[in-house]
């Protein structure tokens, strides 16, 4: 690699061993991401970085997964399957390019930095990257909505379980009444859930999630327990 | 790549689907299959608890952040792209983001020290496919891959990736300035892929 220390653009802070490592802190991240965007040396050497990294798992000692931990995932996912009537998720032709693995992305970064470019240089119709913090009713409870690539993700923690029977049910809102999604989710013990949220944010203004009877609804029957304004 | 030691609790709708590689599974998961979803589970929970559990050294917090991770592998379906890396290493990325979040939460919040629990490494057993004992075997490449490299380099690695620690920690926690973390996490990061050679061909 020291070939390509004459290469190194002005400003890189050699960030790309500390990132594949994820010993990055959110804003050291968000910003070196931003980086990779324009310095092809960074995006070489997380490419060749994370291949390691990668392997690294295979150190852990092993050890078994505890048989009552299958059961409890099996329950929430056999759970929203049947809400969800097996349904497909909706994909849009860029979705496939916006999965993010790890704090270390690597291999898929080409195509990751494209859009992420695109949205940063403001060539695309929805918000560029960023986190927005969605208002939430439940004491303790948070939640952030990580806008990528023209597409959104919530991050939430110390949610309440769902009643009996019924699911938390993501919404949009553009310039009428909230469209209903196919993102129907239970949370974890600990309240916690990750959620894409189906189709482009292009024009989306709010971002809402209620609690709905299993299988979901068409309109909103509960007032949001979730709200992300995007506008 | 079948073991039919590890099929308790598995429901007999799952069973015809085994034959399956991860890929043609992801499509079905995709669909919202959750058998499909069952044989994932079974075929990689193991290497996800023992990452989770070698980062937090805690049973119930290993446990929280490989659900955690499950769960949103499931949520994330329609994202999952066979071009970008396989299935394991996907949920394996996902355990070591989950992981490092639920270690910096408990670092502000408790800044307290997590004795070691007893959970007994699992005894190996005899292999009993290929995939098995070529996982073996890159286990044991990887570990003397790291265990090669001088200790500065090799800390800094384990003090980031296992112990979800950020550069400035480290190098606040070693007494040495963040670019010399920086330099050592590059050098052995870089020593490892040339003792490693192209692990282009990472197993599946």
Known sequence: MSSQESMRPPGCEENAAPYVLGALTEEEHESFVRHLASCAVCREEVAALQLVVDALPAVAPPRSAPSPLKRQVMAKVRAEAAAAGAPAPRRSPLRSFSWRPAVGVAVAMAGVIAIAAIALSGGSSGPANKVIKAQVTAPRASALLRLSGGHAELDLANMPQTEPNRVYEVWVKRSGAPQPTDALFTVTSKGAATVGVPGSVSGVKEILVTSEPVGGSRVPTRTPVIVANLS | ?204
Not at chain 2, 95 to 109: G, K, P, Q, T
């Open chain 2, 1 to 204: 790549m079948f073991n039919p030691l590890r099929l308790g609790g598995a429901s007999s709708s799952a069973e015809p689907l085994r034959v399956l590689a991860d890929e043609e599974l992801m499509q079905l998961i995709y669909r919202s299959n959750a058998d499909a979803f069952e044989v994932v589970y079974d075929r990689h929970a193991d290497a996800a608890f023992s990452l989770a559990y070698r980062m937090c050294a805690q049973r119930a917090l290993a446990e929280d952040v490989v659900q955690e991770a499950f769960l949103s592998l499931w949520h994330s379906r329609a994202r999952y792209d066979r071009h970008r890396g396989s299935v394991r290493t996907w949920l394996l990325g996902i355990v070591h983001n989950r992981a490092i979040d639920a270690l910096r939460r408990r670092s502000v919040r408790d800044r307290g020290v997590i004795a070691e629990e007893g959970i007994e490494e699992r005894l190996e057993a005899p292999e009993r496919t290929d995939l098995e004992v070529a996982r073996r075997e890159e286990a044991r490449e990887v570990r003397s891959a790291l265990d090669e490299l001088p200790d500065e380099q090799s800390r800094v690695i384990e003090l980031a990736y296992f112990g979800g620690m950020t550069q400035v920690q480290i190098a606040s926690m070693l007494d040495t300035p963040v670019g010399t973390v920086k330099g050592r996490m590059r050098l052995g990061l870089a020593k490892m892929r040339m003792s490693l050679g192209d692990p282009a061909e990472v197993l599946p």
